[in-house]
Every structure is written in C-alpha cells, then in structure tokens.
C-alpha cells in the first residue's frame, strides 16, 4: 500500500511542473514515499494546476480537496511596512475549492465563481462536506463525494 505527502507551496515551486499546467502563484504538491537504501524517500508524482496562496490540502477516499485562498501573497510593501486591510482586500481574489485526483493531480471539479471573497483560513472537511470560510465571515458548504 503507497503512503503519499500532499504539500500547500505559495508562490512558485522549485518542483517540476506537468500535465497540468504552470503554477506560478501557488500549488499542491504530490510525493509518494518510497524506501530506497532502508530509508524514505520523497518522490515527486504530481503538481496541482496554479493555485492563488493555497491553503493545506484534505485528502479522502481519492481525493484532493484544494483551496485556492485568493489571498494576495504580498505581505510587506518594498520599505518594509505591512499592507493595510483595504490593500489587502484590493489585491485579493475570491477563493476557489478545487477536487482533484489524489493520483494524478487532475482537477475533477471547481466551485467556479460561487465563493464571492477571499479566504485566509485552512479548509475544513467533515460528514463528507468541505468548508470554507471567508473574509467577508461567509461559510461555504460543498457536498464532496465520499465514494469515487
């Protein structure tokens, strides 16, 4: 039985990209772990399709549960000060909630534009629904299918 390591990067990843597509922004990286000499090793399988400031992946039955937060990855302006809340708010995108193929990284769904802000939390899972909760204090709710 495979053990496999999702990882959350922001920003581009020093991984090799593949079959779906560029992720400059951010992505979920796939490893399966593998023993080579006695010892683990990680061996890079997949990466995700670009993912805006990626919150921590959820994985079950198959499945990768992803969360593009939209959250602008600037976090210090060139002097060093920090970007007011408005700023913030201005170079945020709404988050998205992607499925992807835990195998193979391929998006199987997309919550599209249904999520109106941007997020800045982890995502939930629980009962077979993801949550994400925004910044504009919306929760959503998105069935995930529990059999694949």
Same mark, same amino acid.
């Given at each position: 039985?495979? %053990?496999?390591?999702?990882?959350? !990067? %922001?920003?581009?990843?020093? /991984? ?20 080579? =000499? ?5 061996? #890079? #399988?997949?990466?995700?399709? =670009?993912? @805006? ?5 959820? !994985? ?5 549960? /992803? +969360?593009? $937060? ?16 408005? *700023? @913030? ?5 709404? /988050?998205? +909630?992607?499925? +992807? ?5 391929? #998006? +199987?769904?997309?919550?599209?534009? #249904? !999520? ?5 939390? *982890? ?5 077979? %629904? /993801?949550?994400?909760? $925004?910044? =504009?204090?919306? @929760? ?5 299918? $529990?059999?694949?």
């Amino acid at each position: 039985n495979a %053990r496999w390591l999702y990882a959350s !990067i %922001r920003g581009a990843a020093a /991984a090799k990209t593949g079959a779906n597509g560029p992720a400059p922004t951010g992505s979920i990286v796939a490893f399966k772990i593998e023993e080579k =000499d006695g010892k683990p090793t990680f061996v #890079q #399988q997949w990466v995700s399709r =670009d993912l @805006v400031s990626p919150a921590g992946p959820v !994985i079950s039955n198959g499945l990768v549960m /992803a +969360l593009s $937060t939209g959250e602008s990855p600037r976090l210090a302006k060139k002097d060093g000060s920090a970007y007011s809340v408005a *700023e @913030v708010e201005k170079a945020s995108k709404p /988050a998205t +909630l992607y499925i +992807l193929d835990a195998a193979t990284g391929k #998006q +199987l769904w997309s919550s599209g534009t #249904q !999520i109106t802000s941007f997020s800045h939390v *982890e995502l939930g899972y629980a009962n077979g %629904r /993801a949550y994400v909760s $925004t910044h =504009d204090n919306t @929760v959503y709710a998105f069935g995930v299918p $529990t059999e694949r």
